[in-house]
T-cell receptor, first 115, second 111 residues
Framework: DGGITQSPKYLFRKEGQNVTLSCEQN?????MYWYRQDPGQGLRLIYY???????QKGDIAEGYSVSREKKESFPLTVTSAQKNPTAFYLC??????????????FGDGTRLSIL | KNEVEQSPQNLTAQEGEFITINCSYS?????LHWLQQHPGGGIVSLFM???GKKKHGRLIATINIQEKHSSLHITASHPRDSAVYIC?????????????FGKGTLLTVNP
């Protein structure tokens, strides 16, 4: 079955460390997205990529970095510059055709906590 | 004022009840998404609509563009419907569109 795989499900980080969250999709989708979810708040867009080797900042990109070397993969790195990284991170993807007319497919998320 | 307001924030129902979750938004949109977030955190897209009504099984979504309001209805609710339901209005289209997410409505359906 096609879908989005996020790993790991739970991740712990020491202060000052960078960590990378994995997101892989086998839906042949061109667009991929990273969202952050905090308690009592709606999802907020961190970064998105519409095509391989291209990505754009979302609303809260500071302290994060991404790469899109392959269509299937869109890893998110939470750097030490992100002062409040504890959150639930969701990856999503969507088809290119009919941009804005296709629903986004979501992974199961990664919960990041600071030790 | 938040761009997206969902009501109620929390909803508890008995199995079999008819459920309504409301979403109001303050800007013009091109479409609106309803999402379901499971207790484990994964999200499933339920509906994407830009006018009228859509139905899938026991779920019905309606939207009134002029009134900037959408509703999600669940008929004959079941405990497995317990989840957070999120409304996400979409602005723009083409390759330049943006979703704004509501804070969600936590639905608990008791047997």
């Amino acid at each position: 079955d096609g879908g989005i795989t996020q790993s790991p499900k739970y991740l712990f980080r020491k202060e000052g460390q960078n960590v990378t969250l994995s997101c892989e999709q086998n839906l042949n989708h061109d667009a991929m997205y990273w969202y952050r979810q905090d308690p009592g708040q709606g999802l907020r867009l961190i970064y998105y990529s519409q095509i391989v080797n291209d990505f754009q900042k979302g609303d809260i990109a500071e302290g994060y970095s991404v790469s899109r070397e392959k269509k299937e993969s869109f890893p998110l790195t939470v750097t030490s510059a992100q002062k409040n990284p504890t959150a639930f991170y969701l990856c999503a993807s969507s088809r290119e055709e009919g941009w804005g007319n296709q629903p986004q497919h979501f992974g199961d998320g990664t919960r990041l906590s600071i030790l | 004022k938040n761009e997206v307001e969902q009501s109620p924030q929390n909803l508890t129902a008995q199995e079999g009840e008819f459920i309504t979750i409301n979403c109001s938004y303050s800007v013009g949109i091109s479409a609106l998404h309803w999402l379901q977030q499971h207790p484990g955190g994964g999200i499933v897209s339920l509906f994407m609509l830009s006018s009228g009504k859509k139905k899938h099984g026991r779920l019905i979504a309606t939207i009134n563009i002029q009134e900037k309001h959408s509703s999600l209805h669940i008929t004959a609710s079941h405990p497995r419907d317990s989840a957070v339901y999120i409304c996400a209005p979409q602005r723009g289209g083409g390759s330049n569109y943006k979703l704004t997410f509501g804070k969600g409505t936590l639905l608990t359906v008791n047997p």
